[in-house]
């Protein structure tokens, strides 16, 4: 691949740690909202919190990955290029958004360490962060929801930037995201609109 066309898209895997994120979290949030349709205690309400969980701590770790490939990489920047307090914008957005993809799971790892509850991942059992305390961990809980609520909402922002970026303001964020020949489909499409 040529440098100029390296220069104005993300490394293939930084865009595959986007989507595999975003499959995670549709995952996780898929499990959390199914499980109040079984009762209390039952085997598939327990299974799917496990899950929830473990999917959870898996977007901890590769977002943790995609931090140091980002912190290693001299990223593609936006064309044209935005203004100053958009760009402050977008970097606070980036920002709020990796504190929630970090934070997250580890508010959940607490917070089944305060309930004293086991904290699986994948056959593995993970050592409590916290010592039980379930008054706390139920706050911890409410804590955790809360965020998670707020979570839909960042998600959408982020979503709907992007989408504003492509659209209305034409330049090149979506397509820095996205795998190559999506990339050059959309662009084609959307030279083809523009023309």
Do not use: C
């Amino acid at each position: 691949m040529n440098d100029t066309r390296m220069n104005t898209r993300y490394p293939p895997l930084i865009i595959g740690a986007h989507w595999l994120t975003l499959l995670l979290l549709a995952g996780v949030y898929a499990l959390i909202e199914l499980r109040t349709f079984f009762p209390k205690d039952s085997d598939p309400r327990e299974l799917m919190k496990a899950w929830h969980f473990m999917l959870g701590l898996t977007v901890l770790l590769v977002t943790l990955a995609r931090l140091g490939v980002r912190h290693r990489t001299r990223l593609a920047g936006i064309e044209p290029p935005p203004p100053a307090w958009q760009q402050s914008l977008a970097t606070l957005g980036h920002i709020v958004l990796y504190i929630f993809l970090v934070g997250m799971p580890l508010l959940g790892w607490v917070t089944l360490s305060l309930k004293g509850k086991p904290i699986p991942f994948f056959g593995l059992e993970l050592p409590a962060l916290a010592a039980a305390d379930k008054p706390l961990g139920k706050e911890f809980e409410s804590i955790h929801e809360l965020i998670g609520n707020i979570g839909y909402y960042l998600i959408g922002l982020h979503a709907l930037a992007a989408l504003y970026h492509h659209h209305f303001l034409h330049d090149n964020s979506l397509l820095r995201m996205l795998p190559a020949k999506r990339a050059a489909w959309l662009a084609a499409r959307s030279a083809r609109r523009s023309s």
